[in-house]
């Protein structure tokens, strides 16, 4: 019995690192959140042209995926550095709809 506790435990200690890996390296989530309001938002609320967006949109291996990919248009991030990107995602990631502290960004 005490060998299949020791398996359950590492397993659960594989999937938490597996889904640290996820996430991005080195983004503020807390500077993400100032900047998703200051410069996403407008575009992704009830009733605006990029339809709404929240952290609970994706789950975080979507987010990764999205900026990963970047298919976001250029275009309305020509003013957000590489880091400022960083730190929207992992904003967006920490509080995606399958993490431990999913949230909106209201």
């Not at 506790?5 to 983004?27: P, Y």
């Not at 992704?44 to 987010?63: C, F, N, R, V």
Request: hydrophobic share 35%.
């Amino acid at each position: 019995m005490k060998l299949l506790g020791k398996i359950i435990v590492t397993l659960a200690l594989l999937a938490f690192t597996a889904n640290l890996a996820l996430a991005i390296e080195g983004g503020n989530p807390k500077k993400g959140k100032y900047l998703f309001k200051k410069n996403c938002k407008v575009c992704h609320e009830d009733g605006a042209a990029g339809g709404k967006i929240t952290p609970l949109s994706k789950t975080m291996k979507q987010w990764d995926r999205f900026f990963d990919k970047k298919k976001h248009d250029p275009a309305a991030w020509k003013d957000i550095n590489d880091k400022q990107l960083k730190d929207i995602n992992q904003f967006l990631f920490n509080h995606a709809k399958d993490s431990d502290q999913p949230q909106t960004c209201g």
